[in-house]
């Protein structure tokens, strides 16, 4: 349900899928979705509302989400039904973005959604959620622009890595439940062996395109135009808090050519001084910022 406090604002309140559902409808270009969470029902019915509008070959759906192995595992994202609704709308994308927490929904530049609640049908209908419904082409041409360079930073995800992730978890979840019926050693360790397995085919889909320079390079010009002049002290916990896979101080692993682990701080370090050579960041002998 819906309240309006002005013509350009609504607050949305649950259940909200009627005018989650009718905002869908309305799509002429490109449905923009970023949610941690996401279930099977909502992806069914946005498929069902773009087949029914004949706008398969038209209209984009871009869904930004954490493909994390725990989210996987639990079915917080039922990464089967990501992976038909790739394969059912040819223009779409499925973006991996680690630490993603924001709940965020956008119609073509008319319509966008800023609320609690994911991509569930518990979301759309059963839990309390709450949220606003913005109308103002200013602020949703914004809340797009923030969201589609935030996306930026993580890694389109392929269709064929969509299916190795979808059969790696139905794997894991049938391991796991012969693992939660027997504690025998043998099988802990596939359980584990094909957790292993999945978190490689993650770091495979964070690494594909893309160099470790390149991504530290993308955040660092991102983080100073957020946040202002930053020094390096102030910068690290925030590219931490963007690539906690790429800046894990427990691991140290070479994927694809992408650097995973307890040397980032270093590749943080060379990203500086290549922009700074670029001439795409300042350094004032304390703070990092943008000059561009």
């Known amino acids: 349900m819906s309240t309006a406090v002005d013509a350009s604002v609504e607050l949305l309140e649950s259940p909200w899928a009627t005018t989650f559902y009718d905002l869908v409808s309305t799509?002429?270009?490109?449905?923009?979705?970023?949610?941690?969470?996401?279930?099977?029902k909502p992806l069914e019915k946005i498929i069902e509302i773009i087949e029914n509008k004949q706008s398969l070959d038209s209209v984009y759906v871009s869904i930004v989400t954490n493909l994390a192995v725990d989210s996987?595992?639990?079915?917080?994202?039922?990464?089967?039904?990501?992976?038909?609704?790739?394969?059912?709308?040819?223009?779409?994308?499925?973006?991996?973005?680690?630490?993603?927490?924001?709940?965020?929904?956008v119609v073509d530049n008319k319509a966008a959604v800023i609320t609690s609640a994911n991509l569930t049908n518990s979301g759309l209908v059963a839990n309390h959620e709450y949220g606003v419904l913005l109308r103002d082409p200013t602020l949703v041409s914004k809340?797009?622009?923030?969201?589609t360079r935030f996306a930026s930073l993580g890694n389109k995800v392929s269709l064929d890595t969509l299916a190795a992730l979808?059969?790696?978890?139905?794997?894991?979840?049938?391991?796991?439940?012969?693992?939660d019926k027997s504690i025998r050693t043998k099988l802990r360790a596939a359980f584990e062996q094909r957790t292993e397995a999945a978190k490689l085919e993650l770091f495979k889909a964070r690494?594909?395109?893309?160099?470790?320079?390149g991504?530290?390079?993308?955040?660092?010009?991102?983080?100073?135009?957020?946040?202002?002049?930053?020094?390096?002290?102030?910068?690290?916990?925030?590219?931490?808090h963007i690539h906690p896979d790429l800046c894990d101080d427990t691991i140290d692993r070479v994927i694809d050519g992408v650097h995973f682990g307890k040397k980032w701080k270093h590749y943080v370090r060379n990203a500086q001084q290549?922009?700074?050579?670029?001439?795409?960041?300042?350094?004032?002998?304390?703070?990092?910022?943008?000059?561009?």
Do not use: M
Request: a neutral charge; hydrophobic letters at 40%.
């Open 27 to 40: 799509t002429e270009e490109e449905l923009l979705v970023a949610s941690p969470f996401i279930s099977n």
């Open 72 to 105: 996987l595992l639990r079915g917080s994202i039922d990464i089967a039904a990501i992976l038909h609704l790739a394969q059912s709308i040819p223009n779409s994308t499925i973006t991996y973005l680690p630490s993603l927490h924001a709940k965020i929904y």
């Open 143 to 147: 809340v797009r622009t923030d969201l």
């Open 166 to 179: 979808t059969q790696a978890t139905q794997e894991l979840k049938a391991t796991r439940q012969q693992a």
């Open 207 to 213: 690494a594909r395109g893309k160099t470790t320079h």
């Open 215 to 240: 991504i530290f390079c993308d955040t660092v010009l991102y983080l100073l135009e957020r946040e202002g002049p930053l020094t390096t002290v102030e910068l690290h916990p925030l590219v931490q």
């Open 274 to 292: 290549a922009l700074k050579r670029s001439g795409l960041i300042g350094f004032d002998g304390q703070r990092w910022f943008r000059t561009v």
